[in-house]
Structure formats: structure tokens, C-alpha cells
């Protein structure tokens, strides 16, 4: 029984001289909804394609459902969901023709299911799949990723065309999908409050390599702002170590830290006589803060 569905272990990939992903170390274990994010170009879908074996690693390894990702055979193709980026169907074929003929390729599709989820989405069946809307044709490709129930779905930007009511209802199929605890999502999404919604942990790429990887609480635990007002002016160059950013004005200074404890709390307040107050930060907040460059 293979309990981590995606382990890689110094991944590498890269297109000519470019270097894409430099290392990745990523564990997604059975029953976790992981949420990764990155900015434009850290290599979200490169990694994705490397999982799926649409692209070959350079270096490194990978395993999926307990297999080489470049070597799947049909028996774990059945039981991986994926919605790509891209998405290309048959244009010409209706959409009810598009589902069923996706479902003849798997022994345990579920029919009821496909249906009930056509049907909350208001996917117009008749209708060729070229004449239907771009958050049409995103449902579309999430009832085909979804309709066997896989053990590993595996999403990129798998929402971004569906209006905010459509979201959260696709959301909640996800959580629907996933919460016996037998299966696993990896999905890639900017839009963090999806993230927020139905993510178990949090995967934040950064220069080619997974640079934050926590359970979502863990992470708002371990990252804060710190607020600090004194009746003097602090110094220009006003610095902490671990600090992940630094902002002054007057005498305020604000904080991004990492692992903030009474002992730091206490420091500041003694060493600069001030007021000090720790805020909690969403993960749209944490996101920036990781991610910023002085």
C-alpha cells in the first residue's frame, strides 16, 4: 500500500540552458490537499507535466501511485485525474459524447456521479463542445478529470475561468472527493482563498526548488507581522535578524518573521521601549511575504 501518492527527491528540469526546476523535494501523502503555489514562471507546470509524465526529468526522482511517472501503466492511469492548463477536447463532439466517450476508458467510472456533477454545473449536454463558454469547457474538463473518482487528481489552474458561485461549488465537489481520506489533490491555483477553502497543506515554489512546504495552519502559524510603536524615531537601517521584511516610518517599524516567540517579543519591547503587537497574516499576505525581494 503506497501512503505518499507523489514523492520526489532533488527533481530536475529544464528547456535548452534555462533551468526550471533546480531540486525539487515535494511529499504528498494519502488524504492531503496540497495547494501549490509560485509566481509566473517558477515551474508550477513544468513540475506538474514532470508528474504526469508528459515531460521527462532531467535528473532526480519521482514516483507516482508508487510508479516512475515516464513509465505509468494503464492501471495507474486509471487512477490519476488530471485538468491541464491548456485544455484541448474534441470540438466537433457534443459535450454528453465527450463524457461518455471518456468514460468507456474506465472500468470503475462513476455515472451517477458524472451525471449529478453535469447537471449542478449546468453543462448544456447538446450542445458541441465548440459553441460551449471557457467556464463551461473548465467544467467540462473537471467532470472528465473526476468522473472515476481517481486517487490522484491533479489540477493546473484548474478554476481560473469559472465565476465565483461556480468556484465554490467545484470546490466543494473537491472536498467531497477527498474526504474519506483515501485520495489526494495537487492542485495550482493564484487564487489563494481556493487554497484556503479546501487545501490541507501548503507547497510554495520559489527558484526551481520547493521552498515552503507545511500543513496551511502551520504556515499561518509560523509566519507574522509584527507591529512595534515607540516615541522615538527608529533608525533607517532598524534591522532583525530572520527578519523575512522590514518597513519604517517614524516610529513604527512593521516585521514579516518567521517562528515569532515571547522571548523575541519581549527583546523588542525592552530593547526599543515600545509597544509591541504580533497580527496574524492570510495566506495571500504570507504568499507576498516569502516571495519579496528588498
Given amino acids: 500500500m503506497v501512503e505518499n501518492l507523489i514523492e520526489t527527491?532533488?527533481?530536475?528540469?529544464?528547456y535548452g540552458r534555462t533551468a526550471v526546476l533546480n531540486g525539487v523535494n515535494l511529499i504528498v501523502p494519502k488524504g492531503a490537499v496540497v495547494g501549490l503555489m509560485g509566481t509566473n514562471g517558477s515551474g508550477k507546470t513544468t513540475l506538474i507535466k514532470c508528474l504526469l509524465g508528459l515531460l521527462?526529468?532531467?535528473?532526480?526522482?519521482?514516483?507516482?501511485?508508487?510508479?516512475?511517472?515516464?513509465?505509468?501503466?494503464?492501471?495507474a492511469k486509471e487512477r490519476l485525474g488530471y485538468v491541464p492548463q491548456q485544455i484541448n477536447l474534441y470540438d466537433w463532439m457534443k459535450v454528453d459524447h465527450v463524457i461518455r466517450y471518456t468514460a468507456s476508458f474506465y472500468a470503475n467510472w462513476d455515472y451517477v456521479w458524472s451525471s449529478e456533477l453535469a447537471e449542478r454545473w449546468h453543462l448544456p449536454l447538446q450542445k458541441r463542445v465548440q459553441e460551449i463558454s471557457p467556464g463551461q469547457l473548465q467544467s467540462l474538463a473537471l467532470v472528465l478529470a473526476i468522473g472515476h473518482r481517481p486517487e490522484l487528481l491533479v489540477l493546473d489552474e484548474p478554476l481560473a475561468s469559472l465565476d465565483p458561485i461556480a468556484r465554490r461549488d467545484v470546490l466543494r465537489s473537491l472536498l467531497n472527493l477527498s474526504d474519506d481520506g483515501s485520495r489526494s489533490i495537487l492542485f495550482s491555483t493564484h487564487i489563494s482563498a481556493d487554497i484556503e477553502r479546501i487545501a490541507t497543506h501548503v507547497a510554495i515554489l520559489r527558484d526551481g526548488r520547493v521552498a515552503?512546504?507545511?500543513?496551511?495552519?502551520?504556515?499561518?502559524?509560523?509566519v507574522k507581522r509584527v507591529r512595534l510603536r515607540t516615541s522615538e524615531v527608529f533608525p533607517t537601517n532598524f534591522r532583525v535578524p530572520g527578519a523575512l521584511r522590514t518597513q519604517v516610518e517614524g516610529g513604527t517599524a512593521?516585521?514579516?518573521?518567521?517562528?515569532?516567540?515571547?522571548?523575541?517579543?519581549?527583546?523588542?519591547?525592552?530593547?526599543?521601549?515600545?509597544?509591541?503587537?504580533?497580527?496574524?497574516?492570510?495566506?495571500?499576505?504570507?504568499?507576498l511575504e516569502l516571495n519579496h525581494h528588498d
Avoid at 516585521?255 to 517579543?265: E, G, Q, Y
Wanted: proline content about 3%; glycine content about 4%; overall charge negative.
Fill in 56 to 75: 521527462r526529468i532531467e535528473r532526480g526522482d519521482a514516483t507516482v501511485l508508487g510508479c516512475d511517472p515516464w513509465n505509468l501503466s494503464a492501471a
Fill in 254 to 287: 512593521l516585521l514579516a518573521m518567521p517562528n515569532v516567540t515571547d522571548s523575541l517579543i519581549e527583546e523588542l519591547r525592552e530593547r526599543w521601549q515600545a509597544d509591541v503587537a504580533v497580527e496574524d497574516l492570510n495566506l495571500d499576505e504570507i504568499f
Fill in 9 to 14: 527527491k532533488n527533481l530536475t528540469k529544464g
Fill in 212 to 222: 515552503y512546504f507545511a500543513e496551511l495552519d502551520d504556515l499561518k502559524e509560523q
